[in-house]
């Protein structure tokens, strides 16, 4: 059952990649599995899961210690508090949630200790939510600007978590602001940072974010069904 709806939105990401012109191979699923008990999460890698999303750091630290033996990349998507900042940087491949200097700074300190170059993304609260986590648009590039010192960090691209509609087609203004943010951002020639990634979509309007130009599109509900 999870094997045939894993293997269902693999087909979605490939069609809709090829719908709009776009390489299916570039873009990449990164399987959520916050709360997701431990067989489940190891019946999905043994399905062909390659990235698994958590958002908190002691479940996915359990997680990441029991599966270890299995060859698969952890990102961190959840909001990251300052002093888990240390665990971060041992446990994730790829830190989606930057949104301030403060968290940066103790990332890339963190890192260096580590002997670690850090990926992350930056987090970017495109509708300006109160609720929400991430940096406004405005204030992107200067907090990109401000990591530069920050050398255990690359900056790798921009994350975003646009509010909820049912309609998806009411969420690509957003993730269309994300990419444009991206484009102008590397055209004002911050040319420390990559900025190739962009990770947009979930469950209900990944294949939008695809079209948008996603390159990590986050999918929990689609591929274990309902969370408790
Ligand atoms: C839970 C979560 C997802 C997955 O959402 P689904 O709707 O279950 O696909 C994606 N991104 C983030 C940041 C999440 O917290």
Request: aromatic share 6%.
């Amino acid at each position: 059952m999870l094997k045939e709806q894993l293997k269902q939105i693999k087909d979605r990401i490939h069609n809709a990649a090829i719908d709009c012109g776009r390489n299916p191979e570039t873009i990449r699923l990164v399987a959520v599995s916050k709360t997701v008990a431990m067989e489940r999460v190891k019946e999905a890698i043994e399905a062909g899961v390659t990235i698994l999303g958590e958002n908190y750091v002691q479940e996915a630290s359990e997680k990441i210690q029991r599966l270890s033996i299995y060859p698969v990349s952890w990102h961190f998507i959840g909001h990251l508090q300052t002093n888990k900042a240390k665990y971060a940087v041992k446990l994730f491949d790829l830190i989606h949630s930057v949104d301030s200097l403060k968290v940066a700074q103790e990332l890339d300190k963190q890192a260096k200790k580590n002997n670690k170059i850090q990926p992350i993304l930056i987090q970017v609260n495109v509708a300006e939510q109160v609720s929400k986590s991430g940096v406004s648009v405005g204030n992107a590039a200067k907090l990109i600007n401000n990591m530069r010192p920050l050398t255990n960090l690359a900056v790798k691209g921009l994350m975003t978590m646009p509010p909820y509609f049912n309609a998806p087609e009411k969420v690509r203004p957003y993730f269309k602001t994300l990419r444009e943010l991206r484009d102008q951002i590397k055209k004002e020639g911050l040319s420390y940072v990559s900025l190739d990634e962009l990770s947009m979509g979930m469950t209900g309007d990944f294949e939008v974010a695809i079209q948008e130009g996603a390159t990590l599109v986050r999918i929990g509900t689609a591929i274990f069904g309902e969370r408790n």
